[in-house]
């Protein structure tokens, strides 16, 4: 197979060889290094590339070329390779406006020149970015074939899990697709055995569970040991950051998720005011970066495996899974982390999977090409996901119970939602009701300043509404507030008086549930900042409290 290719673009020709000198000395095993000394000359060499289905990994411009601006020339070469990083060559000088390039997503990076030596300043940005690229190349090489019903819940269901995993896979929809069609034919199966997911080598899976499915991708599903240091109940960001620390500083580490690393986080198409990422980064890409970690430092990870019960067992702490197994530990993280909160109008309940669905992975949008798209939710994951779906869908309206998009939304999304022109915003606005009998159909909406109600005409609607904590499953062990919030630290004081069932000397550390040696962390504890870097804070924070109370145990025994 033809190596991906890199390809450089400048009219300066000691500059072009210098570069060419540096990517190959780096990367010449693993790439082609393709040289271009006019815009024109490079397009036409990518489209005759594409043409043969050639890869690219990457292009390089100069910001300042004679015939156009760089940025101009990496948006033509966006259309034929959308998958390519995008990179501009700058000066000091023009710093500003590569960054607002990156702003409007036109570029991924800009390197600064003279970028002597590579070491410091070519090589870190650039084997970030091929990574990022080659991690998505090589399995899209072997990707599986999910065929099955657009309006089936279960292949709603098994999608969603295989993008939150980060396993490419192409939808074969019954309705519009003849391969799907000639698929089932050739495996000798009927519409009575949809969905099927079928592996590149010929295997396939009948109406899977995710179980079965994630045995098969050969996730892991089960902990290896009966015993661990730490146990941690969730892997989205808060829980991943623990893991990492928790493992790094000797831990004998396990994470456990009933659905993928990433939590809530990792269904984000974007975020942009991450710290240390300025051209944003998706929440699957922060969540696969922080599996690596983790790993790497000795970290364990089964999904998908739910935590049904919590009990104690003197100094130790033991989670019932729900296969039945029981995995003991001597510190408990709870990093369980929030849904979004349901829809209560009527029709939505079995519409649900059905066109009605709450949040949606990246991979929905291609479902919706050329369609228009209602989003319900006025916060940041709202905001994310209109952004991204404008770029597939026909028209996108985002229905807003509050009267400005400000109260919950970081000014970055407004900004950029307000320049998308096919996205609308219905401000005072929600969903009364849901249409349709196979599928969704319509929806009703409703003003609440101008008290007009209207039915339109819809077929997906994504739900980005509140947050729901599910801890009804540590009832009688952890105490909660009266939205379900599990109560840490001093929230657990009342007028100076520790909780009667605490019985140390001392007062619960931050992060510490009623239950010593229990913690919870994230978007799951009381009063905490439902950001991203917020969580990843608390779940590095609770290694270092999970490292007292250890000390502690220490002491008494």
């Known amino acids: 197979?033809?190596?991906?290719?890199?390809?450089?673009?400048?009219?300066?020709?000691?500059?072009?060889?210098?570069?060419?000198?540096?990517?190959?000395?780096?990367?010449?095993?693993?790439?082609?290094?393709?040289?271009?000394?006019?815009?024109?000359?490079?397009?036409?060499?990518?489209?005759?590339?594409?043409?043969?289905?050639?890869?690219?990994?990457?292009?390089?411009?100069?910001?300042?070329?004679?015939?156009?601006?760089?940025?101009?020339?990496?948006?033509?070469?966006?259309?034929?390779?959308?998958?390519?990083?995008?990179?501009?060559?700058?000066?000091?000088?023009?710093?500003?406006?590569?960054?607002?390039?990156?702003?409007?997503?036109?570029?991924?990076?800009?390197?600064?020149?003279?970028w002597e030596p590579p070491e410091a300043n070519l090589y870190p940005a650039l084997d970030d970015l091929l990574a990022d690229w080659l991690a998505f190349y090589e399995t899209s090489q072997n990707q599986l074939r999910l065929v099955g019903h657009r309006w089936s819940p279960q292949m709603h269901e098994i999608g969603d899990f295989l993008a939150r995993n980060r396993i490419p896979y192409q939808w074969l929809y019954v309705e519009n697709s003849s391969e799907a069609n000639q698929v089932l034919t050739q495996l000798g199966l009927s519409l009575r055995n949809l969905p099927?997911?079928?592996?590149?080598?010929?295997?396939?899976?009948?109406?899977?569970?995710?179980?079965?499915?994630?045995?098969?991708i050969h996730l892991k599903t089960h902990a290896e040991q009966p015993f661990y240091d730490l146990i941690i109940i969730g892997s989205g960001p808060a829980g991943l950051a623990g893991?990492?620390?928790?493992?790094?500083?000797?831990?004998?580490?396990?994470?456990?998720?009933?659905e993928a690393a990433g939590g809530q986080a990792g269904t984000s198409s974007r975020i942009e005011n991450y710290l240390g990422f300025p051209v944003g980064l998706s929440g699957s890409d922060l969540a696969c970066r922080a599996v690596i970690q983790a790993k790497r430092f000795g970290a364990e990870i089964i999904t998908p495996q739910k935590a049904t019960k919590v009990r104690l067992d003197g100094q130790y702490r033991c989670v019932e899974?729900?296969?039945?197994?029981?995995?003991?530990?001597?510190?408990?993280?709870l990093a369980c982390g929030v849904s979004y909160r349901r829809l209560d109008v009527p029709g939505i309940g079995h519409l649900t999977g059905k066109g009605v669905y709450y949040g949606g992975s990246v991979t929905e949008a291609m479902t919706c090409i050329d369609e228009d798209v209602y989003i319900v939710g006025g916060a940041n994951s709202a905001g994310q996901a209109s952004i991204y779906f404008a770029k597939y869908a026909r028209h996108v309206t985002m229905l807003v119970r509050a009267d400005s998009l400000a109260k919950d939304m970081s000014r970055y999304l407004i900004d950029q939602i307000a320049s998308t022109p096919n996205i609308e915003v219905k401000t005072s606005t929600h969903v009364i009701a849901a249409h349709g009998k196979q599928h969704l159909e319509s929806i009703t909406i409703f003003n609440d300043i101008t008290q007009a109600e209207q039915t339109l005409p819809a077929t997906s609607l994504f739900i980005y509404i509140g947050a729901?904590?599910?801890?009804?499953?540590?009832?009688?062990?952890?105490?909660?507030?009266e939205k379900g919030f599990i109560l840490t630290g001093s929230d657990l004081i009342h007028e100076g008086r520790l909780?009667?069932?605490?019985?140390?000397?001392?007062?619960?550390?931050?992060?510490?549930?009623?239950?010593?040696?229990?913690?919870?962390?994230?978007?799951?504890?009381?009063?905490?900042?439902?950001?991203?870097?917020?969580?990843?804070?608390?779940?590095?924070m609770a290694v270092m409290f999970v490292h007292r109370y250890l000390d502690n145990i220490a002491l008494r025994t």
């Open 468 to 481: 729901e904590p599910h801890t009804e499953w540590l009832q009688g062990i952890v105490r909660v507030d």
């Open 196 to 216: 099927v997911v079928i592996c590149p080598d010929g295997s396939y899976l009948v109406k899977p569970s995710l179980v079965q499915l994630a045995e098969k």
């Open 1 to 114: 197979m033809t190596k991906p290719a890199l390809v450089v673009v400048d009219d300066s020709p000691t500059t072009l060889h210098q570069l060419e000198h540096d990517l190959q000395q780096k990367y010449g095993n693993r790439f082609r290094i393709l040289e271009a000394t006019s815009c024109q000359q490079a397009i036409d060499q990518l489209r005759e590339m594409n043409v043969q289905n050639e890869p690219v990994a990457a292009l390089l411009v100069d910001a300042d070329m004679p015939e156009m601006q760089g940025s101009e020339f990496l948006q033509i070469a966006r259309a034929l390779y959308p998958k390519a990083r995008r990179i501009l060559l700058t000066t000091y000088e023009d710093s500003r406006a590569a960054i607002q390039a990156i702003s409007s997503a036109l570029i991924d990076y800009y390197i600064m020149k003279p």
């Open 499 to 540: 909780p009667e069932d605490w019985a140390l000397d001392r007062e619960p550390f931050h992060l510490e549930t009623n239950v010593p040696g229990v913690f919870a962390v994230g978007d799951v504890r009381h009063g905490s900042v439902k950001r991203v870097a917020s969580s990843v804070g608390e779940g590095a």
């Open 321 to 333: 899974l729900g296969d039945g197994t029981e995995l003991r530990c001597h510190v408990l993280v």
């Open 243 to 258: 893991g990492v620390y928790g493992a790094s500083e000797g831990l004998h580490t396990l994470l456990i998720d009933q």
